[in-house]
């Protein structure tokens, strides 16, 4: 589990075929610290680490992916030098300053806009259809890993508002319209729609 609360910025170091799809991924955590096969939440998509090393300018990770993470998530469109939000797993005793995050990507949403707000940043987007009745205004979603709070909805459209913090130790920063992203819908609004849907029956 984590909370959406992005710990670093990692960078794609190299990329490789073998069999399913093998990253290495440059971070600044520690690699003493984190266990072989410890889940580490990449821009929104929970991955095992595999290979961990320090090296003399920097650290890395390794994870793999199949193809079924590459076709359901923006992993597919990573290439070497692309910037991803990291989390690492969340213990029991942390802070949970976001929500809860799975880091199972629900969906593929498109940025659709963004508009200076002050020294913040408004971001629209579009959701899949079959994910938007999950999307309430002052409800939480994780986009890119990022626990954000919904501010408006309308239909499959939906506006989060970043502050200065949050486009610096992100990869928001760097957004455009026309970008991918991953969604996480909140896993309370999917029990609540679950269980409106049983009580229709």
């Known amino acids: ?5 992005v710990t670093d910025i990692g960078e794609i170091l190299e990329i490789r075929q073998q069999g399913d799809t ?20 990449c821009s929104g998509a929970c991955l095992t680490a595999l290979e961990r090393v320090r090296e003399q300018d920097r650290s890395w990770f390794s994870v793999e992916a199949s193809q079924e993470t ?27 300053g976001g929500h809860l995050v799975s880091g199972h990507v629900d969906g593929l949403g498109t940025i659709t806009a963004i508009e200076p ?5 408004r971001f629209s987007f579009k959701a899949p259809d079959d994910l938007a009745r999950f999307i309430a205004p002052k409800g939480s979603i994780a986009l890119n890993g990022t626990s954000l709070t919904v501010n408006e909805v309308s239909g499959a459209e939906f506006g989060v508002n970043l502050i200065p913090h949050s486009l610096e130790v992100t990869t928001w920063g760097n957004a455009a319209v026309g970008d991918q ?19 229709k029956a």
């Open 22 to 41: 093998w990253l290495k991924i440059g971070c600044s955590y520690d690699p003493e610290t984190i266990a072989e096969g410890a889940s580490i939440c």
């Open 1 to 5: 589990m984590f909370t959406g609360l």
């Open 181 to 199: 992203v991953n969604i996480e819908i909140d896993m309370l609004a999917r029990y609540v729609a679950r269980l409106a849907e049983f009580q």
């Open 117 to 121: 707000e002050g020294a913040s940043k």
């Open 70 to 96: 590459l076709d359901k998530t923006t992993l597919g469109t990573w290439q070497v030098g692309t910037r991803i939000n990291l989390e690492r797993s969340l213990c029991l005793g942390d802070e949970l």
